[in-house]
């Protein structure tokens, strides 16, 4: 499969963050000849592999790594969360230089052509309290801020758990009390609720 038919799949379709099912199921071409045509683009620069299957394409405009969370946590839901979405919405002040997400999948860091990636582990039951946030050609999906802060309180508390709590850029969080209130007890889990309570949260 040539190279030129290969872009021009990509342009029609406006692809972004891509599968080679996806190709195959477009082109109707032989398996084969549809790796073959992906490893050219990448020996030329115009794709690269996030991972195995996976690819990016690189003409994509304003392509935002927040995309590549979904296809890095599949087929288990993930999203932004944590550092991430607290730096997004201003509520600290460091500008994390990973990506940081929740999922149900195990936790996994990887170094890809948009960014390095840090995914974090939540039980099933508590991927939860996130949007599908629409950018500029893409989408992602990305936690609420409450959401985001309190997956950190609750990582910050598990036992061997790498993550620590961030710290605040004024006096208060700037954060719905209502909504982190309503949140934690939906996290059942005591520790976090104490922590709240110490910390006049």
Excluded at 130 to 141: D, H, L, V
């Amino acid at each position: 499969m040539s190279g030129i038919k290969l872009l021009q799949i990509l342009q029609i379709h406006k692809l972004r963050i891509f599968s080679t099912r996806d190709i195959l199921a477009l082109s109707q071409a032989a398996p084969s000849a549809v790796t073959q045509g992906l490893f050219r683009l990448e020996k030329e620069g115009m794709v690269t592999r996030l991972k195995r299957g996976i690819w990016i394409n690189r003409w994509a405009e304003n392509l935002n790594s927040f995309e590549a969370v979904p296809a890095l946590t599949a087929p288990w839901p993930g999203y932004v969360s944590l550092h991430s979405v607290l730096a997004d919405y201003g509520i600290i002040e460091e500008i994390p230089q990973i990506v940081y997400a929740v999922s149900a999948h195990l936790p996994e860091k990887r170094s890809t052509a948009i960014g390095t990636f840090h995914i974090h582990h939540l039980h099933p039951r508590l991927i939860w309290g996130f949007e599908i946030r629409q950018s500029a050609g893409g989408t992602y999906p990305i936690a609420e801020p409450e959401k985001a802060f309190l997956d950190i309180v609750y990582l910050s508390l598990v036992p061997r758990s790498p993550i620590r709590m961030v710290h605040k850029r004024g006096r208060k969080w700037g954060l719905d009390p209502a909504k982190l209130k309503e949140y934690a007890k939906r996290f059942e889990y005591p520790p976090m609720i104490r922590w709240l309570k110490e910390n006049g949260i």
